[in-house]
Nanobody, 125 residues
Framework: QVQLVESGGGSVPVGGSLTLSCTAS????????MGWFRQAPGKEREGVAA??????KYYADSVEGRFTLSYTAKNTVSLQMNSLEPEDSAMYYC????????????????????WGQGTNVTVSS
């Protein structure tokens, strides 16, 4: 069993930056894929970014070039979000899966076994 805890959400103006962090209860990142998803009110959950154990990264087209996913500390993966837009406002969830997300799985929530409780991001214009 793996517990995931997100932190770092908040409110920022358009163009601002936030860093979301996800800390796992035990060492996972060398054999588990890590993903970030978001869900805005009234919208479906969407994959934002994912990181394979070997370091391969995936990003949604909507965040490519603005968001960066990386390991930043022991058992912690962080999502650096720059140039934030109102459309980025959502609840953000960290998720972990056993194995490799791969290009056709990384943004599909049902492949992830473990989920955090979410952290809210609000971007105001």
């Amino acid at each position: 069993q793996v517990q995931l805890v997100e932190s770092g959400g908040g409110s920022v103006p358009v163009g601002g930056s936030l860093t979301l962090s996800c800390t796992a209860s035990r060492k996972t990142f060398n054999f588990m894929g890590m993903g970030w998803f978001r869900q805005a009110p009234g919208k479906e959950r969407e994959g934002v970014a994912a990181l394979e154990p070997d370091g391969m990264k995936y990003y949604a087209d909507s965040v490519e070039g603005r968001f960066t996913l990386s390991y930043t500390a022991k058992n912690t993966v962080s999502l650096q979000m720059n140039s934030l837009e109102p459309e980025d406002s959502a609840m953000y969830y960290c998720a972990a899966m056993a194995g490799t997300p791969s290009s056709n799985k990384w943004n599909v929530g049902r492949w992830y076994e473990y989920w955090g409780q979410g952290t809210n991001v609000t971007v105001s214009s």
